[in-house]
């Protein structure tokens, strides 16, 4: 077994809460359905957006409530981007969406080399501006850690803000290759498993999150 970086898993915020890790095992059993499935990607997602938004930055403004007027605080949702890894990063989308609607959506296209395992891209379309913007990006698994980083030095070119990766799951393998290519970047994930198999895939996993969603093999 590969050990975690003591550094690099400083930089992962593990999401424990009770119904996170109950969905998580509902996700896991390979009897759940396609429709099980996309709809416990949904739900996991929504409550793991409220630890990634935790310390998201706010603005006052001023606004009549029934009785007087008062300061209060929002966010702007409009200078948020969800970067999704495609394909798999849509499932997270509708859930994280439903925290932030105002937020904007850019999408990655990778796909792995079955042969180097490496990221390869073949799409890139993201909001303008992002410099002005904080990013998310999106994919339930961060295994190799080759497409993540990939991902993040695409999205670096743009000069965001800010960047963080929310996943599902990960393994020791993909937080030390995300940590050693992007330190400044956090992880935020439901959990850490124990290793990748020979093939890049997660053990013990929860199998092919984009097969699994979108009902292919």
Do not use: W
Request: glycine fraction near 6%.
């Amino acid at each position: 077994m590969t050990p975690i970086d003591p550094a690099a898993r400083a930089n992962v915020h593990l999401v424990d809460h009770p119904l996170v890790q109950h969905k998580l095992t509902l996700m896991r059993n390979k009897e759940a359905s396609t429709n099980s499935f996309r709809r416990l990607l949904n739900e996991i997602s929504t409550l793991m957006a409220y630890e990634v938004f935790r310390d998201m930055p706010m603005q006052e403004v001023q606004i009549e409530t029934p009785l007087e007027t008062m300061t209060a605080k929002v966010i702007d949702g409009k200078k948020l981007v969800f970067a999704s890894i495609l394909r798999a990063g849509n499932g997270i989308l509708d859930g994280v969406l439903s925290v932030v609607p105002g937020a904007r959506v850019g999408h990655i296209g990778l796909y792995r080399d079955p042969q180097t395992l490496k990221a390869v891209e073949y799409y890139y379309k993201m909001p303008k501006n992002m410099e002005e913007r904080d990013v998310v990006v999106v994919d339930p698994m961060l295994a190799t850690g080759n497409s993540a980083s990939a991902a993040v030095t695409r999205l670096k070119q743009s000069n965001p803000k800010s960047i963080k990766f929310l996943c599902l799951l990960t393994c020791p393998e993909g937080i030390n290759t995300l940590y050693r290519e992007h330190p400044d970047v956090p992880v935020f994930t439901a959990a850490i498993d124990r290793e990748l198999s020979d093939h890049g895939y997660i053990l013990p996993g929860l199998g092919d999150a984009g097969d699994r969603i979108f009902g292919t093999q």
